[in-house]
């Protein structure tokens, strides 16, 4: 587990060579997941499948702080696997936060 992005305001926002994601990737359902999880100004929220950064943008657009994990190194955000999630939020002080996204869905880019 490679801690290399923490809480912040600012995920990447750039394509990955290895997955194939582009930043015109749009995550399905994301004005539910808006919504639901409520984001605003303080609230702490973990991505734990981050993917394209599409949710996690969204939810940083509205004023969230937002811990990215995926297992892609290539992303920019924490590396790991959601089956760590308590070891990745312990290991970034992130015990407590206001909502977890598990996108466990499956983009056409992994078809394709």
């Known amino acids: 587990m490679k801690k290399q992005h923490t809480f912040?305001?600012?995920?990447?926002?750039?394509?990955?060579?290895h997955t194939g994601i582009s930043k015109t990737h749009i995550p399905v359902l994301l004005q539910e997941v808006i919504r639901f999880l409520g984001p605003r100004t303080g609230k702490k929220i973990i991505d734990a499948t981050y993917g394209g950064g599409g949710h996690a943008r969204a939810l940083e657009k509205a004023g969230a702080k937002?811990?990215?994990?995926?297992?892609?190194?290539?992303l920019g955000v924490m590396v790991g696997n959601f089956a760590?999630?308590?070891q990745i939020a312990e290991a970034n002080g992130s015990t407590e936060v206001d909502g977890i996204l598990f996108d466990l869905g499956i983009g056409s880019h992994q078809l394709d």
């Open 8 to 17: 912040s305001n600012h995920t990447s926002s750039g394509a990955s060579a």
């Open 66 to 74: 937002v811990l990215g994990i995926d297992r892609d190194a290539s």
């Open 84 to 86: 760590d999630l308590k």
